[in-house]
């Protein structure tokens, strides 16, 4: 379950604490997340439709995992 941040309304805060954002614009895809504990982020931004900046964002975030 999301709930918007009272920081800002486009990112988003996880029950388990990971505060997210996603968008789009001017042909990039982008994936920005903060760990529970605030002692990681990972951001990514593709410039095609081709790529799934989410699942990309997950698979590097597990190398801290």
Same mark, same amino acid.
């Given at each position: 379950?999301l ?10 805060k996880? +029950? ?5 954002h ?11 997340a903060?760990?529970?504990d ?12 081709? +790529?799934d900046?989410?699942?990309i ?9």
């Open positions: 379950t709930s918007s941040s009272s920081a800002a309304s486009d990112v988003y996880r +029950q388990d604490g990971t505060l997210e996603d968008g789009s614009w001017g042909g990039f895809l982008t994936y920005f903060v760990s529970a605030r002692s990681h982020s990972v951001a990514v931004s593709c410039n095609t439709d081709h +790529q900046p989410t699942a964002a997950g698979e590097l975030a597990e190398i801290w995992r």
